[in-house]
T-cell receptor
Framework: AQTVTQSQPEMSVQEAETVTLSCTYD???????LFWYKQPPSRQMILVIR??????QNATENRFSVNFQKAAKSFSLKISDSQLGDAAMYFC?????????????FGGGTRLMVKP | DTGVSQNPRHKITKRGQNVTFRCDPI?????LYWYRQTLGQGPEFLTY????????KSRLLSDRFSAERPKGSFSTLEIQRTEQGDSAMYLC????????????FGNGTRLTVT
């Protein structure tokens, strides 16, 4: 079974600073996707960034970037120039490619607080 | 694109009662998922539909739970004889059939069983 582990229940960052959220996963598959989702308080979960396992280049979306280490099964999220609106729960998630359903397996989440 | 819509937003029920939640996915999405999220945890997969066919069910989905997606459009999730342990946020998500397409989540239905 696949598992996703987020070892940081809470993180705090000063506005405009950079923060890195950690994620590790366990799988025997070689072809999969990794995701970071953001869930603001009382609001819906939205996709932040996606990484295909077959791509060596780390994904980047504006202030968000990932450090994907396939051999180490590590997938961290870096948020640069943190903004107050970045405060939320962040979930790392995994999905096998080419499998019926392709359901996501989520980690337990990291609560990010942004200090003004 | 009006997003994934879930109703009701909140439901409070007494133990032993039946409840039903509704999810309206994004119209062109043929894949629909139900997840359960307890406080402070990540969502856990419950079940998956491709069009009207229910193709996957988690072991979390006991026989008190049933889900349908008639005509491959909206979906309902029913919980019979609710228990306090059923209290959670029930999330619906949908996506298109393209392998790399992301899940789009609704706002969820928060169930409280008293």
């Amino acid at each position: 079974a696949q598992t996703v582990t987020q070892s940081q229940p809470e993180m705090s960052v000063q506005e405009a600073e950079t923060v890195t959220l950690s994620c590790t996963y366990d799988t025997s598959e070689s072809d999969y996707y990794l995701f970071w989702y953001k869930q603001p308080p009382s609001r819906q979960m939205i996709l932040v960034i996606r990484q295909e396992a077959y791509k060596q280049q780390n994904a980047t979306e504006n202030r968000f970037s990932v450090n994907f280490q396939k051999a180490a099964k590590s997938f961290s999220l870096k948020i640069s120039d943190s903004q107050l609106g970045d405060a939320a729960m962040y979930f790392c998630a995994y999905r096998i490619r080419f499998v019926s359903g392709n359901m996501l397996t989520f980690g337990g989440g990291t609560r990010l607080m942004v200090k003004p | 694109d009006t997003g994934v819509s879930q109703n009701p937003r909140h439901k409070i029920t007494k133990r032993g009662q039946n409840v039903t939640f509704r999810c309206d996915p994004i119209s062109e999405h043929n894949r629909l998922y139900w997840y359960r999220q307890t406080l402070g945890q990540g969502p856990e997969f419950l079940t998956y539909f491709q069009n009207e066919a229910q193709l996957e069910k988690s072991r979390l989905l006991s026989d008190r739970f049933s889900a349908e997606r008639p005509k491959g459009s909206f979906s309902t999730l029913e919980i019979q004889r609710t228990e306090q342990g059923d209290s959670a946020m029930y999330l619906c998500a949908s996506r298109s059939g393209q392998g790399h397409s992301p899940l789009h989540f609704g706002n969820g239905t928060r169930l409280t069983v008293t």
